[in-house]
């Protein structure tokens, strides 16, 4: 990566598990990028000593960069990593009369998504969730809106009195709101949150008060109260984190804005931030560096595959489109928001491997040792070998390379470990017992692959893979292995690609209103435009609210760009898709039309054409709007090619690397070194500060003119 000559204008900051990685772009498209460990007991750690790193590169000081940049973007875990240890705070929950059990009652779904296809055959394997509000914080109301809107029993403000003292004796840290149907007709929940302010006030108190109105105004109250009570425990634990980060800046003289990464793809600004809006925060920016790649060489199927410290999280770009899934998983929670759809399995460089108590059989994750303390070759405490461990064994990765050098790997200590933990049980040798916990992660991860894929009904052969994580270029020759894949290609920032596709993504904000069309099978020109007007008349709305919102940020309405959205399924279904309407407005039968051949479109995409049925009619349970503001990105430049043969000063010399179950003699160099159209063959092994590309015997590396690398 060049040096940035021109001013700096953004830089992005990737919190993960086990590294903070930072990207810095230039005014004229130039970019640098480093890491630095991250510090889960303090994040303002981590994300300062990453953007140190980078700034060091530049040759600059901390305050002189700041005083630069306009833009600060900032993707992290803390939402997922406070649901996940629940570790948020306590809130109380007011809820419509009859429905206290609702997070005993879940839905069957959430009992069985995290199994697999045999599991999920078995009700004896479904596990019921620890509910996120105990049954002893939660008070029951009595009220009921119907499902128009109307008002079918008024609030019992009494109960709504005594429900908000008695939760605040009980010592809640927050008091949530939801009531069903509220999303339709939000009077009785305002009126409660209202009553609940005035009691917290009384006792002299200072708490939030959170609407499910507010957080998430959708249909199905099981995710509605999820996403609701999510926000509440975890957004005090996200906005502390990112105001300390806030002082931080003001200190060094940054004096632009603050934006934070959505689980849609999107920047915002952090006085916009929702808590649960960032519960993917991390991985979905690999997804729009994927489509950012994909326009570059005009690929439209695309898979991503991150391999970080923690987890293999895997997105899918179909038709140039990023699939974005209405009804997301999350820490095996129901949500009811748009969130990029990206599959995670516990597999990454810190995923432990051990010998299962029962079986006697060697396992591989889902644990990780984390950034604390981390493989145990870090030396920093960790005793249980992982595959970074592993990979230290079998050559790949250099000792005193590894970050570029500032942190020395201790390969006698993960020797030991497997040879402790792994090798002396099973009577293996420590290679042996290396080789195996590569070749099941890898095994893993290639089968997830190719479950995403098949289960769609896709073909493997249409899709490019995008391999990234500090360690996707390391095990990229292993998970694809055998598959028929159109082409694996990596980059020389594959280690910080979550962070280059991030800083690529515009400013963005997502507007829903929850609606309850119902629209029969071949509906009369008169029926389409009294849908039309509705649908209209929300989008008005959505685009007044929008365009003040920009201008609230400084964007000129001119800038603006509309998405216009309608979340459509086929009639009694239960599962919606997003449908871009191809017309800002629906002004005749014509437009109706069309926005219903967009909506059959999509839907043959996911299900067939064979699964279509108009013969049920159409139910559009919400209209949306996306505006966006495009901002700098980072420009991939195009150098001359030059000769097959790498030059002389990117051979770094020779070690033994495990291939093909033996350790072998293979040829080690230098990626800052390699030029365009350079060709290596395996076996061997590219170095880089901040990852390692492994290329087995057989197969071979060519670089093109934008230095990107190609898996062949």
């Known amino acids: 990566m060049e040096k940035l000559k021109a001013r700096q204008q953004l830089c992005y900051v990737d919190v993960g598990g086990t590294f903070t990685d930072s990207f810095i772009v230039a005014e004229d498209g130039s970019f640098v990028a480093a890491k630095a460990p991250s510090t889960p007991g303090d994040i303002k750690e981590g994300f300062f000593d990453s953007i140190e790193v980078a700034t060091r590169e530049l040759g600059l000081k901390m305050d002189e ?54 599991e999920r055959m078995h009700a004896v394997t479904h596990r019921h969730l620890k509910p996120l509000v105990p049954k002893r914080f939660i008070r029951e109301v009595t009220e009921r809106i119907d499902c128009l809107g109307k008002e079918l029993i008024p609030l019992y403000e009494h109960e709504a009195r005594r429900a908000a003292k008695e939760l605040l004796d009980k010592g809640v840290e927050a008091i949530v709101i939801g009531f069903l149907w509220s999303f339709l007709n939000d009077s009785h929940e305002r009126r409660v949150g209202d009553i609940a302010k005035e009691i917290i006030k009384e006792q002299g108190k200072e708490m939030p008060v959170y609407l499910s109105v507010d957080v998430n105004p959708v249909m199905k109250e099981l995710p509605r109260m999820n996403a609701t009570v999510i926000e509440a425990s975890t957004a005090p634990i996200l906005m502390d984190a990112l105001e300390q980060v806030e002082n931080e800046l003001t200190n060094f003289g940054f004096k632009g804005t603050l934006q934070i990464m959505q689980s849609s793809g999107g920047l915002v600004p952090l006085k916009y931030t929702k808590a649960v809006d960032t519960l993917e925060s991390g991985p979905v920016g690999g997804l729009v560096g994927g489509r950012f790649i994909g326009e570059l060489y005009g690929f439209d199927s695309i898979i991503t595959t991150d391999v970080g410290g923690t987890s293999f999280d895997v997105g899918l770009i179909t038709g140039g489109m990023i699939n974005v899934s209405r009804e997301p998983i999350c820490a095996r929670r129901i949500l009811r928001l748009p969130m990029a759809e990206v599959t995670s399995m516990g597999a990454g460089g810190g995923t432990i491997a051990r010998i299962d108590p029962l079986t006697g059989r060697l396992e591989v994750g889902p644990e990780s040792a984390g950034a604390v303390p981390g493989p145990v070759c870090y030396a920093m405490g960790g005793t249980q070998p992982t595959v970074t461990d592993a990979d230290l064994i079998l050559g790949y990765i250099n000792p005193d390379y590894f970050i570029g050098g500032k942190l020395k790997l201790n390969k006698k200590k ?62 990229v020759a292993g998970y694809t292995k055998g598959l028929p894949l159109k082409a694996t290609v990596m980059f020389p920032y594959s280690s910080v690609f979550s962070a280059f596709g991030a800083s690529s993504a515009d400013f963005e904000h997502h507007y829903t209103h929850a609606t309850n069309l119902v629209i029969p099978p071949s509906p009369s020109g008169e029926v389409k435009l009294s849908v039309g007007k509705r649908i209209n008349e929300v989008w008005k709305d959505l685009e007044v609210g929008a365009f003040k919102q920009m201008e609230e940020e400084g964007f000129s309405k001119e800038k603006v760009k509309l998405r216009h959205l309608a979340m459509m399924r086929y009639g009694r279904q239960l599962n919606d898709l997003i449908v871009t309407s191809p017309v800002p407005r629906i002004n005749t039968p014509q437009d109706w039309d069309k926005l219903i051949e967009a909506f059959e479109r999509l839907y043959e995409r996911i299900y067939t054409t064979s699964a279509k049925f108009p013969e049920a009619g159409f139910d559009i349970v919400e209209i949306g709007l996306v505006s966006s503001v495009e901002k700098i990105k980072p420009r991939l430049r195009k150098r001359e090619l030059t000769s097959e043969a790498p030059p002389e000063a990117s051979m770094k010399g020779s070690r033994e690397a495990y291939f093909d179950g033996e350790m072998v003699p293979t040829d080690i160099y230098e990626m800052d070194e390699l030029k365009p159209g350079n060709i290596i063959s395996g076996p061997a092994v590219i170095e880089h500060p901040t990852t390692t590309y492994v290329i087995p015997p057989g197969r071979l590396m060519e670089i093109d003119e934008y230095s990107t690398l190609w898996l062949k």
Do not use: C
């Open 65 to 118: 960069l700041f005083s630069q940049l306009r833009i600060l973007g900032y993707g992290a875990t803390i939402v997922i990593n406070a649901l996940l240890t629940g570790s948020g705070i306590q809130p109380g929950l007011i809820i419509t009369k009859g429905f206290k059990d609702i997070f005993l009652m879940e839905r069957g779904k959430q009992a069985w998504t995290e199994l697999g296809r045999i």
């Open 414 to 475: 993960a020797e030991e470990a497997i040879r402790k933990e792994i090798t002396d049980p099973l009577g293996l040798d420590v290679i042996e017992a290396a080789g195996g916990i590569k070749e099941i992660i890898d095994t893993r991860m290639r089968d997830t692959l190719e479950g995403l894929i098949t289960a769609r009904g896709f073909e493997l052969s249409d899709y490019v893979l995008l391999a990234f994580g500090g360690a996707g270029p390391t095990h």
